[in-house]
């Protein structure tokens, strides 16, 4: 198993930025991609961007391309996801998991964070 735990979050206003990180623990030699998720209130859980361990390749959601940035720093098992120029609609609690192997970008999601809340005030 994989354990994830997120932190970075916080209260942000609307411009503003956001720099969310995520440390992978325990069988992390099994990792394939991280993948980093919102879900706001009232409203399904939204992917935000997913990146390949071994060589760095990302996948974005269109919805944030071009305001969002993930990265990862194998060495220390850590996933990150940079936002800027946030918006109200940005507030979400944001998760990041670990991708199973097969289909890219990544459709498939076996371990999960516990959240971190991040606010954008207007």
């Known amino acids: 198993q994989v354990q994830l735990v997120e932190s970075g979050g916080g209260l942000v206003q609307a411009g503003g930025s956001v720099r969310l990180s995520c440390v992978a623990s325990?069988?992390?030699?099994?990792?394939?991609?991280m993948g980093w998720f919102r879900q706001a209130p009232g409203k399904e859980r939204e992917f935000v961007a997913v990146?390949?361990?071994?060589?760095?390749?990302?996948y974005v959601a269109d919805s944030v391309k071009g305001r969002v940035t993930i990265s990862r720093d194998n060495a220390k098992n850590t996933v990150y996801l940079q936002m800027n120029s946030l918006k109200p609609e940005d507030t979400a609690v944001y998760y990041c998991?670990?991708?199973?192997?097969?289909?890219?970008?990544?459709?498939?999601?076996?371990?999960w964070g516990q959240g971190t809340q991040v606010t954008v005030s207007s």
């Open positions: 998991a670990v991708g199973d192997r097969g289909a890219w970008p990544t459709r498939k999601y076996d371990y």
């Open positions: 990146i390949r361990w071994n060589d760095s390749r990302t």
């Open positions: 325990g069988r992390t030699f099994s990792i394939y991609s």
